[in-house]
């Protein structure tokens, strides 16, 4: 996904919605997010990581269900 597609995918939800991740399907978490960085690889084409900030806790059951969990 580029950083394109995904500002795209937000365009379709509500922006004051806090942004979480959520990670590890055998044992569903949510974490929050620290931030954006932008690098470039060694052959200079750049990359965005969305960096995990803290775990917040076990995913919600309806979240898992949504994503297919």
């Known amino acids: 996904m580029t950083v394109q597609e995904l500002i795209e995918e ?6 004051d919605a ?7 399907p ?13 690098v470039e690889d ?3 084409f750049p990359t965005v990581y969305l960096v995990e ?3 917040l806790g076990y995913l ?8 297919g969990w």
């Open 10 to 15: 937000l365009n379709y939800v509500n922006p």
């Open 26 to 38: 055998r044992w569903p978490f949510e974490y929050s997010f620290s931030g954006p960085v932008e």
């Open 42 to 44: 060694e052959e200079g």
């Open 53 to 55: 900030g803290s775990q």
């Open 18 to 24: 806090e942004i979480r991740f959520a990670s590890q």
């Open 60 to 67: 919600p059951g309806n979240v898992r269900d949504e994503i």
